[in-house]
């Protein structure tokens, strides 16, 4: 491979599982239109909770991305990355069979992972007994199970790691996969975030946090940065996107979408739930990147905020903007997909990535929708209900996450010979 000095990144292929769309396209298009994903929970009998709403994915067929052997193994967080994986490659019209061994790697992430596989053998064990445990238990609870999945099922012989940090896995996923392709340690990366949380103790869990969104209409319950909002919706999806050094990518001929230009991560170091109140941790990460990336702060134009619809995340992300854009963050378009999309939790900074990707490819800004009434601590441009058509040199993507992580990326637009 290329000696690391100078090496560029872009962006290629983009695979997603959301509640909008099976694809990335069917996403994009959900977005740009304003739809909600947001459903009653038809997964698991959700009627003792006050609030029984999620982002499902509708329609999902597993059997055409995962033989129907290796379904009965694997818990269905896998089997999003493995589809969404696959996508990506698809989609980057990528022939893994012609690459140089060790050039293609996989940096996956999740917050829980298969986790939830340990609940239901400890439950067949106290109630058949420890003969009854799948031997299958441990290799697929594991946090980095499906990036191994997805290495044999692909062959991708490169670096292979998995990613954890909260709701921050999916931008830090995003970022170190870049670095490994910068560095000179691979030619392409697939990279991403995946999560299946709907399952009844995890949202138990969340409810008893007090952190879920609560409304008689669930299309407009997540209302980021609206005056109204009190929590958010847990969604499960899946987002991967494929990416490639600049002369590999030029060479065989493929479509970039974006170019990478840089990435951070950082500590609140204060609290498990709660976020620095001055949004220390957020506005480091953004400087690091913006500083990584050499680019001037009034050339960034949009920016994918975490925007979660709980009441102290988006004052403080409102906050940390305005601390690192200054003046300049009166001209920012910010919006919060998760108002669409709801909370993929570990792939949420994935597929938050794709739209700022894709807003640098499109020059279109997707809304923040369900916004209704104004609140005085949030006090930016978060293109309210309706997607804007604009002009997008560099589009950010912020993300936080439980136990004070932090990420954020930023993504610049692709012009042929630049």
Not at 99 to 120: C, F, K, N
Not at 224 to 230: T, Y
Not at 241 to 250: Q, R, V
Not at 351 to 366: F, K, M, N, W, Y
Request: glycine share 10%; hydrophobic share 45%.
């Amino acid at each position: 491979m290329a000696e690391a000095s100078g090496r560029r990144v872009v962006v290629t292929g983009l695979g997603a599982l959301t509640p909008l769309g099976l694809d990335m396209e069917s996403t994009w298009e959900g977005l740009v239109d304003g739809r909600s994903g947001i459903a009653p929970i038809t997964f698991f009998d959700a009627s003792a909770f006050p609030c029984p709403i999620a982002g499902e994915l509708k329609g999902f067929e597993p059997t055409n991305y995962v033989d129907s052997k290796l379904l009965r193994r694997i818990d269905r967080s896998s089997v999003l990355a493995m589809a969404a994986s696959r996508q990506a490659v698809e989609d980057a019209q990528l022939d893994l069979e012609r690459q140089a061994p060790g050039s293609v790697g996989i940096v996956l992430g999740t917050g829980i992972g298969g986790a939830y596989m340990l609940v239901e053998n400890h439950q067949v064990m106290e109630e058949r007994g420890a003969r009854r445990v799948s031997p299958f238990m441990i290799t697929n609870s594991l946090p980095d199970t499906a990036s191994g999945l997805v290495a044999i099922a692909l062959g991708a012989q490169g670096p292979n790691m998995a990613v954890t940090a909260a709701c921050a896995t999916g931008g830090a996923a995003v970022g170190e996969a870049a670095e490994l392709i910068r560095r000179g340690e691979a030619e392409v990366i697939i990279a991403g975030g995946f999560e299946a949380p709907l399952r009844p103790l995890y949202y138990a869990g969340f409810a008893a946090m007090r952190a879920l969104a609560e409304h008689d209409d669930p299309k407009l319950a997540s209302r980021p940065f609206d005056a109204d909002r009190n929590g958010f919706v847990i969604s499960e999806g899946a987002t991967v996107l494929i990416l490639e050094e600049l002369d590999h990518a030029l060479a065989r001929g493929a479509h970039i979408y974006a170019e990478w230009k840089g990435a951070a991560t950082a500590s609140d170091a204060l609290d498990m739930v709660a976020s620095a109140d001055d949004g220390r941790g957020v506005t480091h990460a953004m400087r690091q990147a913006l500083g990584s990336a050499g680019v001037d702060l009034d050339t960034v134009d949009y920016i994918n905020a975490h925007g979660t619809s709980t009441p102290m995340n988006d004052r403080v992300e409102t906050h940390a903007i305005r601390e690192v854009f200054g003046a300049h963050a009166d001209h920012l378009a910010v919006s919060s997909t998760k108002s669409m999309i709801g909370h993929m939790m570990g792939a949420a900074g994935a597929i938050e990535a794709a739209v700022a990707v894709l807003t640098c490819d499109r020059q279109v800004a997707p809304p923040t929708i369900n916004y209704r009434t104004p609140d005085p601590d949030c006090d930016l441009d978060y293109v309210p209900n309706e997607a804007r058509p604009m002009e997008v040199r560099h589009a950010m993507s912020t993300s936080v996450g439980l136990g004070g992580h932090n990420s954020a990326l930023l993504f610049g637009r692709w012009e042929d010979g630049a």
